[in-house]
């Protein structure tokens, strides 16, 4: 039976580039998925595009290009990324560089533009999901729309080896080759759920092939050191078989992939992607083959007549700051650091609730329970928003004078300050975005 | 009968969804669905967060996986970037869930 192979080649900005390597030398591939772009991801690549209009793109985009694509260029596999951000021209531009480099000729390069909707956003003005004002009352940055399949299929189209998008919903990376493969229309919207299981299944790369899984008792992984990324073979009726890089670690199973299945996921039912609202809430699993999962049972309904927008929001600072006690009554120090920390604090003008301290080894990451035992080592953490860089460097500064003003046998601090950028959500009409396709050649120099 | 933690019967799975979290839990073994899900609704699961999260938890039944899926409401103010929290995800949030009690 014919079948497609594609591959998780980035589950996140800085994945594994090596794991990426391995897959397409082992996983006989059609199509290589490289994600990239968490939702605050797109804000900084617009404040890096607005320094220097030749960047914006993301984040060891050109690192990737030049481990896989000669590799992917012999072996016949398309490449499909979202990693041009908010700047996919100029990524095609460090392609046709690294190609150059190479010495790579007629390499084709597609680009799907109009993500970027912040004129749009401005004009109209729309409400923000989470904070209920509209946007012009809050200090925002930049408004991405998540494209989808629609939208991408003229460039998997053309033909070309690489295919590069600002802001696109993840599973549509996946789900275009799919569409365009199989010729499915977009319409079909049970085929369209049931690819949008499988592109779910892929998009966070080892999160199902072992990795945010293994826990070294009940779950247990064979040599995640090795976890390989995940494939997905998927037929003309939109079942699939869900494997990982021949030759690697990691594991491929039921449970690995139910978790991956309902991960970030609201309602199961009801999964809104711009190309359809998949229901993940009857999808089954049976393994196959060791390592191989066979995917049932998705579907999907008619999709919303709008896109989600994301939008990265100004939000002043966070500081931080950290300092460790071990040994006899390391507790009581620490409880002590915290208790000088915060009144410093207050009293510079921060307030409690822009405020949040822990002990960690106790209660930072679960909060405070009774009946736990107590730990050698503890360590002091206290973090604070604040409007300007000066009052947030503020808090680690505080931490750091408890060297020589604070407890006794104090150890290890750290203090970080970084800018908040806030991601979050509103909606566009589908009308009020013009999306388009423009293709790059690599010529003989 | 006897009391246990629910990571002696089930396995979980966190995601960061803006301010809330979401954790989906699996039950081992199947046949103790019933048994447990009714131990482990929305209500108990917004108690066991309290501190952690300061809004409401809907559930839904994947009875097929074994499953159970919760969203958990207000649990990173602000959303990933804007957390205060150490672990800005939440992802570490589907062990705690894991610490529950149930009676088998």
């Avoid at chain 1, 009352?137 to 080896?161: K, N, Q």
């Avoid at chain 2, 959303?79 to 705690?96: F, I, M, P, T």
Wanted: aromatic share 6%; charged share 25%.
């Amino acid at each position: 039976m014919r079948s497609i192979r594609i591959g998780t080649g980035a589950g996140y900005s800085g994945d594994r580039i090596d794991a990426a390597v391995d897959l397409v030398e082992r996983g006989n591939l059609d199509y290589l998925v490289l994600e990239g772009l968490a939702e605050r991801t797109t804000a900084l690549a617009h404040l890096e595009k607005r320094e220097d209009p030749e960047k914006g793109y993301g984040q060891f985009f050109e690192a990737r290009m030049y481990a896989l694509l000669a590799l992917c260029k012999r072996k016949n596999v398309r490449i499909v990324t979202n990693l041009g951000a908010a700047n996919p021209q100029a990524a095609a531009r460090v392609v046709v560089r690294v190609a150059r480099d190479l010495d790579m000729n007629g390499l084709r390069v597609a680009t799907v533009l109009g993500a970027d909707v912040a004129s749009s956003i401005a004009k109209e003005d729309p409400h923000i999901w989470e904070t209920g004002e509209p946007v012009s009352h809050s200090d925002w940055i930049s408004a991405d729309a998540y494209l989808g399949v629609e939208e991408m299929l003229p460039a998997l189209a053309a033909g070309v080896d690489v295919i590069i998008t600002g802001r696109v919903a993840d599973p549509s990376l996946f789900l275009a080759p799919m569409v365009s493969e199989w010729g499915w229309s977009l319409t079909d919207w049970d085929r369209l759920g049931k690819g949008t299981v499988l592109a779910h299944l892929l998009e966070c790369g080892a999160q199902v092939t072992g990795g945010y899984f293994a826990d070294g008792q009940k779950k247990r992984v064979d040599d995640l050191l090795h976890v390989g990324m995940p494939i997905v073979e998927v037929f003309e009726n939109g079942e699939g078989i869900i494997s990982k890089t021949p030759g690697s670690g990691g594991l491929v199973s039921v449970q690995t992939c139910k978790e991956q299945l309902l991960y970030e996921v609201m309602d199961p039912s009801t999964y809104i992607t711009p190309d359809v609202v998949a229901d993940f809430s009857n999808v089954q699993f049976q393994e196959v083959a060791e390592n191989c999962v066979h995917v049932t049972g998705g579907s999907g309904n008619a999709r919303t007549d709008s896109f989600k927008v994301t939008l990265g929001v100004n939000q002043g600072f966070i500081g931080e700051g950290f300092i460790a006690y071990a040994g006899h009554g390391a507790i009581e120090r620490a409880q002590m650091a915290q208790a000088i920390v915060e009144q410093r604090l207050k009293d510079a003008g921060i307030h409690a609730q822009d405020m949040k301290s822990d002990l960690v080894g106790m209660n930072a990451l679960h909060g405070d329970a009774a009946g736990r035992p107590e730990p050698y080592e503890v360590m002091f953490r206290i973090a604070a928003r604040a409007a300007n860089q000066t009052m947030a460097d503020r808090v680690g500064e505080e931490v750091e004078s408890l060297w020589l003003n604070g407890p006794g046998g104090p150890g290890g601090v750290r203090k970080y300050t970084r800018p908040v950028i806030a991601a979050y959500s509103t909606t566009i009409r589908r009308s009020a975005v013009k999306s388009n396709v423009k293709l790059v050649e690599v010529d003989e120099r | 009968m006897k009391t246990i933690r629910l990571h002696e019967v089930a396995h979980a799975r966190a995601g960061d969804k803006g301010e809330d979290t979401t954790i989906s839990v699996f039950l081992y073994d199947d046949t103790f669905y019933d048994q447990i899900v009714e131990q482990i609704g929305a209500e108990q699961v917004r108690a066991h967060f309290t501190g952690i999260a300061s809004g409401v938890v809907e559930c839904f039944l994947l009875p097929q996986l074994a499953a159970v899926h919760y969203v958990i409401r207000g649990t990173r103010k602000g959303g990933v970037a804007a957390a205060l929290e150490l672990d800005a995800h939440g992802k570490s949030l589907g062990w705690h869930l894991l610490q529950m009690h149930v009676k088998l």
